[in-house]
């Protein structure tokens, strides 16, 4: 698995943008790039993945640099309810879909 | 469409009791996972079963802890004897595997809380 770098922590507004990073320098050629969250006490929640096109579903959108060192997690209009971990973790494509979650992000969204 | 299903939802023992969890995946995934989370810190995979097989067992202290997967769909994680330091989320997860084709889209269960005093 290409090693994953985020934030600890970030804070949002109510309505604007959460934008989350996420440095995946070493990520080779056939790695994907996965994001899920994990708000308190549930288990993670898948949200949307992606090769080296961007990509949109209803509830995030991820851009991925050209050159693929890094990608970032659009929640276009954040809510309260969108106060949770989020984690960017990059399996091998034929790696058995084991997933290896580091720290994550710790998104507060604030009214 | 029913999700992952695990039981008990909370267990609190004493060091050196054993103590078994247990996990239903969503009906048709081939693929099931058990994950352990302590607290502040991101899930640690403990082992992955394909069908009834062990796909990767590389992060299960053995020594301790078993999981079996015997008909290929409901699966079951012992931990025997107990340690303080396995307080912990233990979270069951399933995903849908067709061939070499992986989706990595994991469906997670919500979670069995272990307390060990």
């Known amino acids: 698995d290409a090693k994953t770098t985020q934030p600890p922590s970030m804070d949002c507004a109510e309505g604007r943008a959460a934008n989350l990073p996420c440095n995946h320098s070493t990520i080779s050629g056939n790695e994907y790039v996965y994001w899920y969250r994990q708000i308190h006490s549930q288990g993670p929640q898948y949200i949307i993945h992606?090769?080296?096109n961007n990509e949109t579903n209803e509830m995030a959108s991820l851009i991925i640099t050209e050159d693929r060192k890094s990608s970032t997690l659009i929640l276009p209009h954040a809510t309260l309810r969108d106060t949770a971990v989020y984690y960017c973790i990059s399996p091998r494509r034929y790696a058995g879909n084991m997933l290896t979650f580091g720290g994550g992000t710790r998104l507060m969204v604030k009214p | 469409e029913a999700g992952v299903a695990q039981s008990p939802r909370y267990k609190i023992i004493e060091k050196r009791q054993s103590v078994a969890f247990w996990c239903n995946p969503i009906?048709?995934?081939?693929?099931l996972y058990w994950y352990q989370q302590i607290l502040g810190q991101g899930p640690k995979l403990l082992i992955q079963?394909?069908?009834?097989?062990?796909?990767?067992d590389s992060q299960l202290p053995k020594d301790r802890f078993s999981a079996e997967r015997l008909k290929g769909v409901d699966s079951t994680l012992k931990i025997q004897p107990a340690k303080l330091e396995d307080s912990a989320v233990y979270l069951c997860?399933?995903?849908?595997?067709?061939?070499?084709?992986?989706?990595?889209?994991?469906?997670f269960g919500e979670g069995s809380r272990l307390t060990v005093l």
């Open positions: 079963f394909q069908n009834n097989g062990v796909v990767d």
């Open positions: 009906s048709g995934h081939a693929t």
């Open positions: 997860a399933s995903s849908y595997t067709s061939g070499r084709q992986n989706t990595g889209e994991l469906f």
């Open positions: 992606g090769l080296k």
